[in-house]
């Protein structure tokens, strides 16, 4: 028996990516002798037409037995009617609070065979290498009191943003840890010019930097952030933020590597730890062997790296899919116009290829 491994391959696009995901993978495993054992359980969409529990009890039991999660992605159309506690989001939102997962890791970095593929010029994009590093388990996801109540003048929606000390503590830590192993430099990113829990994130967060000396910090609102981002991302080097916010940022700081199917994210903060693609299920792409599976095979090589302490299968991956890259190879969303394509199974075969060609 290897190394447990629960699969979600979950809704949409999830389980084309997955499978992709999964061949590079076990290629790579079988090259460097590391025995795996992957084990498939039910989330989102998916788990909510079988037993109408967008997490049930059986998945979660899997999760906590493995040592690590890949997961595709959860929702689509086909679910927006349903009540808040049963949609697939709510899924993965209570899989990342059970597991304790608080620090999400979204790397950023523009791979230079891609420069043309960014909707942005050249000259903004060369160079961008940055992680954001999202609370994942806080703030608006989770506050309560939250929901919508009929009142006397029709409805009202509420949604509550918290975070304690501690909850800003642990993530300030991982952010400042990260950026120890770069380009020494942490932004922290909220709206204290607005938002009470913004002032504590701020406060907190120099707090605990005087544990990092080595590491600089500056402060930057949510809104600069989201201009610099498309300004001088080269500036950035760990991007701290809070959960909204960072869901936010992470989505255009993967506009910034050519399309968002090519970021990976890691989950963390516990002993099992979930590997999962940033995009989402991409309801129109799903069925016709188009998506790009590159977000989630570079999240498989992130699990080797941080869950399974094999940076040598981690690189491996990577170099893979730089050379995939590099020699033209393009699937729909990374294309220019009139540029060939290929599609998701072919570029999985071509990853595992170059995994075994090293
Ligand atoms: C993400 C996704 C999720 C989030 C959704 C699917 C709940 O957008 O991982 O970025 O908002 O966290
Ligand atoms: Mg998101």
């Not at 460097?32 to 109408?52: I, N």
């Not at 999760?63 to 595709?72: D, K, Q, Y």
């Not at 729909?332 to 009139?338: C, N």
Request: hydrophobic letters at 45%; proline letters at 5%; one cysteine or more.
């Amino acid at each position: 028996m290897g190394i447990p491994i629960a699969v979600l391959k979950g809704d949409g696009i999830g389980p084309e990516v997955v499978d992709q995901a999964l061949r590079v993978l076990r290629e790579a495993a079988g090259r460097f002798d590391l025995a795996l054992t992957f084990r498939e359980g039910l989330l989102g969409g998916a788990a909510v037409d079988v037993t109408a529990d967008p997490l049930p009890e059986e998945t979660l039991a899997l999760c906590r037995n493995s040592r690590a999660i890949l997961l595709g992605a959860v929702g689509g159309p086909k679910w927006d009617g349903l009540a808040p506690e049963v949609r697939p989001e709510r899924g993965i939102l209570r899989l990342r609070a059970a597991l304790g997962l608080y620090a999400n890791l979204r790397p950023a970095r523009l791979s230079p065979a891609l420069i043309e593929a960014s909707t942005l010029k050249r000259e903004a994009v060369e160079g961008t290498d940055l992680v954001v590093v999202r609370e994942l388990t806080g703030g608006l996801y989770f506050g309560t009191p939250r929901g919508i109540e009929r009142g006397p003048d029709g409805e009202r929606a509420v949604d509550t943003l918290t975070y304690t000390t501690g909850e800003i503590v642990r993530i300030a830590r991982v952010a400042f840890e990260v950026a120890a192993g770069r380009r020494k430099k942490v932004t922290s990113v909220d709206k204290a010019n607005v938002l009470a829990s913004s002032l504590l994130w701020r406060r907190v967060v120099e707090e605990v930097h005087r544990e990092f000396p080595g590491v600089a910090l500056e402060h930057m609102y949510v809104d600069t952030c989201a201009m610099q981002l498309i300004r001088s991302p080269r500036a950035f080097d760990v991007i701290l933020t809070e959960n909204m916010f960072g869901d936010i940022l992470s989505d255009e700081a993967a506009m910034l590597t050519g399309s968002i199917g090519m970021l990976p994210s890691a989950s963390l903060g516990a002993e099992v730890a979930l590997y999962e693609p940033i995009h989402g299920t991409a309801p129109d792409l799903a069925g016709k062997d188009v998506a790009n599976p590159i977000g989630a095979v570079l999240s498989a090589a992130l699990c080797c790296r941080y869950s399974l302490r094999r940076e040598d299968v981690a690189a491996a991956i990577e170099r893979a899919v730089e050379g995939v890259l590099a020699a033209g190879w393009r699937t729909a969303d990374l294309a220019r116009p009139g540029e060939r394509t290929i599609g998701t199974t072919e570029m999985g075969r071509r990853l595992a290829e170059a995994v075994t060609a090293g």
